[in-house]
């Protein structure tokens, strides 16, 4: 049973920095692709970055050059550093997971497996 569990989340004020951590378990880590996503109550659920297998990241252009996502197969965790923050990163961030390659990386269709999420909220 694949399990996903985020930590990390706070309150930071703006131009801060987080690290988001998801730990894996039940599956085989180094296979899947991974995604952090982030959802605001109202809004749909957003990407922000994701990872493949072999590591080649993917961002949305609102977080290029100021997130960076990474993983670690041998602790079977998934990371995202959150740099320069802005009150409009306030959201629940959650982590994904998908056993394969995804096409569509940044889209939520493509993940079967989420986690609970971790609550970021960044005031001015």
């Known amino acids: 049973q694949v399990q996903l569990v985020e930590s990390g989340g706070g309150s930071v004020q703006a131009g801060g920095s987080l690290r988001l951590s998801c730990a894996g378990s039940g599956f085989t880590f180094s296979t899947y692709a991974m995604a952090w996503f982030r959802q605001v109550p109202g809004q749909v659920r957003e990407g922000v970055a994701a990872?493949?297998?072999?590591?080649?990241?993917t961002y949305a252009d609102s977080v290029k050059d100021r997130f960076t996502i990474s993983r670690d197969n041998a602790k079977d965790t998934l990371y995202l550093q959150m740099n320069s923050l802005k009150p409009a990163n306030t959201a629940m961030y959650y982590c994904?997971?998908?056993?394969?390659?995804?096409?569509?990386?940044?889209?939520?269709?493509?993940?079967?497996?989420w986690g609970q999420g971790t609550q970021v909220t960044v005031s001015s």
């Open positions: 990872v493949d297998s072999d590591g080649s990241p």
């Open positions: 994904a997971a998908y056993p394969g390659p995804v096409i569509n990386r940044l889209t939520t269709w493509e993940y079967n497996n």
